[in-house]
């Protein structure tokens, strides 16, 4: 078994969401040799030789188009690969050709005797970390998906805005499916430690029922306007693929919304998705419990079974 070499991540798929996570992951100074791999050689090739020509700018580091057998001792293995979402298509419109893209290149990962983290970042990301899970036989702490760690990124920076505060000093969470069924979790938002509603108060918004049903709406369809407008989404992923590569190669012990397969909390079990968990060098170390009030329960519980009538057409 090859040694885990820490400082080597490689991407599966170099469309805008890989591409721009390596720019990011370059920019970083986290790794010191990056892999691209795509069906095209030539895309990951010329990906990396652009990306590359920065590297006077940056830190040194190693970046390169290669293959499968260059993946074995790689720290952490991101898989964007996959058809995109076009304007009009749901996530879950997605899940028939991703899941068939995954049947192709999961076993690839598991027959090198990969050691490391497999963070799915392709959409329907839940979907595609339960069917990683199954087709890769690694053990489910080491296989998760980048979930809603974004939407709960795009959920602080619009609070940050709406209350004219640095959006890190929001402490919010989208859970659930990352897509049409996720919900905010209000009950448990605070702004460093300050109810929410308080904070609200202080700052002159005493209209809270409807501020926050536009807001939730606002995090939720943020990803539909942006493509839209531009056709694709991938600063904001590529920024929050950065982040959970940072806490798992310093081993941060950071808590994010990633997508795991759930066994039994809020009564949710056999399907993949987004719950705080504590993300450090060996993955997920543990989910942190957190407080829902029953209405978010029960909705919580309905976006898995959304999740489950997927799973169940899906030939795992």
């Known amino acids: 078994m090859e ?10 798929g170099c469309g805008f ?3 721009a996570s390596a720019f990011a992951l370059m920019q970083s100074g986290l790794f010191s040799e990056l892999v691209l791999i795509d069906a095209d050689r ?3 090739e010329g990906e990396a030789l652009d990306i590359s020509h920065g590297l006077p700018f940056a830190k040194p580091m190693q970046i390169y188009a290669g293959s499968y057998d260059d993946i074995s001792d790689a720290a952490v293995v991101i898989v964007t690969a996959g058809a995109g979402q076009k304007p009009g298509e749901t996530r879950l419109d997605l899940v028939k050709k991703n899941v068939g893209i995954f049947k192709s290149i999961i076993p690839e990962i598991a027959k090198r005797k990969f050691d490391g983290i497999l963070l799915i970042v392709a959409n329907p990301v839940d979907i595609l970390t339960y069917a990683a899970v199954k087709l890769s036989g690694l053990p489910e702490s080491r296989v998760f998906g980048s979930g809603t760690v974004l939407d709960s990124a795009r959920l602080k920076y619009i609070l940050g805005e709406h209350l004219g505060v640095d959006s890190r000093s929001v402490h919010a969470f989208i859970l659930g499916e990352h897509g049409d069924s996720e919900i905010a979790a209000w009950s448990s938002a ?7 509603n308080r904070f609200c108060e202080m700052r002159g918004h005493f209209d809270h029922q409807s501020a926050m049903e536009r807001i939730a709406d606002d995090v939720k369809n943020s990803a539909y306007e942006i493509i839209n407008k531009k056709k694709a989404t991938y600063y904001g992923i590529a920024m929050s693929v950065r982040r959970i590569c ?3 190669v310093l081993n941060q012990k950071s808590i994010f919304p990633v997508s795991t397969i759930q066994h039994g909390n809020f009564g949710i079990a056999d399907v993949a998705l987004s719950m705080p968990a504590i993300v450090g060098k060996d993955g997920i170390e543990a989910h942190v419990p957190i407080s829902l009030d029953e209405k978010e329960t029960k909705a919580l519980q309905d976006s898995a079974d ?6 169940a057409t899906l030939d795992l």
């Open 3 to 12: 040694k885990i070499n820490v400082r080597k991540a490689a991407i599966i």
């Open 17 to 19: 969401v890989g591409s």
């Open 42 to 44: 030539e895309k990951a």
């Open 190 to 196: 605070n702004v460093s430690g300050v109810p929410l």
């Open 246 to 248: 940072e806490a798992i």
């Open 306 to 311: 959304a999740l489950k009538e997927v799973i």
